[in-house]
């Protein structure tokens, strides 16, 4: 299967501590972007690259967030020092084009996050 | 700014029609239509880019009135395998973010 793939699935830790997510987009897609979704709501916007540019980041994006896309392939976001309102799902998309047909999202299945 | 969607939510029986709307006070580029099932990852539709088009996909349609920064999703003869939540994505033409902003999504149940 060449869809978006998301690792871990679930992780679940303790308030303070460090996780890190591991995305890898669809190959030829040079558009990678991270999405943060809660229960009821829609897909919220974090970051994205363009191949291993970091090209926006939102103002949600506390300092404690940080994402790379070493070589343009496979993304991470990591998030340190975790609080209980990190928990949500974490959305991993990727497109191959912008702004025109062809710049669908085709995302991952995500990867749960809970702090306790 | 996050686009808004109506209704929040709509029970059907299988074979209605359904209609689901989403507005932006910003000029918009593009409205990209997603389906989401429960624990599932969001699935693209469609995407119309401002000039006004239709599209189609199968059973379902949309419209995009640049003027009036609205679009409009139409589901007809709807099938059980409709059911989900549905967000609208929007790019606005002044640029900004280069992420899409999601709607909170608009729930919709089929019943047989």
């Known amino acids: 299967d060449t869809g978006v793939s998301q690792d871990p699935r679930h992780k679940i830790t303790k308030r303070g501590q460090n996780v890190t997510f591991r995305c890898d987009p669809i190959s030829e897609h040079n558009r990678l972007y991270w999405y943060r979704q809660t229960l009821g709501q829609g897909p919220e916007f974090l970051t994205y690259f363009q191949n291993e540019a970091q090209l926006e980041k939102s103002r949600l994006l506390s300092d404690r967030f940080s994402a790379e896309r070493p070589k343009g392939s496979f993304s991470t976001l990591e998030i340190q020092r975790t609080e209980q309102g990190d928990s949500a799902m974490y959305l991993c998309?990727?497109?191959?084009?912008?702004?025109?047909?062809?710049?669908?999202?085709?995302f991952g299945e995500g990867s749960r996050l809970t702090v306790l | 700014q996050q686009p808004v969607q109506s209704p929040q939510a709509v029970i059907l029986r299988e074979g209605e029609d359904a209609v689901i709307n989403c507005s932006s006070s910003k000029a918009l580029y593009s409205v990209h239509w997603y389906r989401q099932k429960h624990g599932e990852a969001p699935v693209f539709l469609m995407i119309l880019l401002k000039g006004g088009e239709q599209k189609g996909h199968e059973k379902i349609s949309a419209s995009f009135n640049e003027k009036k920064q609205q679009s409009s999703l139409y589901l007809t003869a709807s099938q059980l395998s409709y059911s989900g939540t549905y967000f609208c994505?929007?790019?606005?033409?002044?640029?900004?973010?280069?992420?899409?902003?999601f709607g909170k999504g608009t729930h919709l149940i089929i019943q047989p």
């Open positions: 994505g929007t790019e606005w033409t002044g640029g900004g973010a280069d992420g899409l902003t």
């Open positions: 998309a990727s497109s191959l084009e912008y702004r025109t047909v062809g710049g669908e999202l085709f």
